[in-house]
């Protein structure tokens, strides 16, 4: 239901939905954000406030999710991890908070087990660094892109990994202003 709000572009309604989804579930599973499905929710909710442009909520929504990645025997999964981590650096780069979304990619760099998805975060990285005039840190992180690139093309001559899979752990990264268009 919550999906059908936000494909019509009603995002207020949609985010209604799925609060009300979650209190359910919460009660349901009689659990926070530890089980699955509810992790799910809180995603597609911090997901439907970035979304409608209020990136402070989005990541009110995600908090919960960024607490779990400090438990060593967390239940969120590596690619949901990686998610939430590269969501909350969006929201903070959106709110012009460049050394902490810095930060959050970083550490969605050392979870990320794709090639392409350290590559992406890489490249990320490397444009918040020259946003922020940290200009060897951009050049750093920007050397490790070419040689992640170089390794890629040693190892896959024919480009068969750039082709499209039938993956979803692979991570998008845009920027605020490409999210946008």
């Known amino acids: 239901m919550a999906e059908d709000f936000i494909a019509c ?48 909520k989005s990541n009110e929504s995600l908090a919960p999710l960024l607490e779990l990645l400090d438990d060593e025997n967390s239940s969120l ?19 012009e908070s460049f050394e902490d979304a810095v930060e ?10 794709a090639s392409e998805d350290k590559i992406s975060i890489s490249q990320r990285i490397s444009s918040l660094n ?6 060897e840190a951009a050049l750093v992180a920007q050397t490790e892109v070419h040689k992640m690139l170089v390794t890629l093309s040693r190892t896959d001559p024919d480009g068969l990994l750039s082709q ?8 998008v990264l845009a920027s605020p202003h490409e999210r946008e268009q």
């Not at 999964?77 to 709110?95: D, F, G, R, Y």
């Not at 020259?130 to 200009?135: D, E, M, V």
């Open 104 to 113: 959050y990619l970083q550490v969605a760099l050392s979870l990320a087990l």
């Open 9 to 56: 572009l009603d995002y207020e309604q949609g985010i209604q939905a799925a609060e009300l989804a979650l209190d359910i579930e919460i009660k349901i599973h009689e659990e926070t954000v530890k089980h699955p499905e509810i992790q799910d929710t809180a995603i597609f909710i911090a997901m439907a406030h970035q979304q409608a442009g209020d990136y402070v």
């Open 77 to 95: 999964s590596q690619p949901k991890q990686l998610k939430v981590l590269i969501m909350a650096a969006q929201n903070l780069e959106s709110l």
């Open 164 to 171: 499209p899979s039938d993956s979803h752990s692979h991570v």
């Open 130 to 135: 020259l946003q922020i005039c940290r200009y």
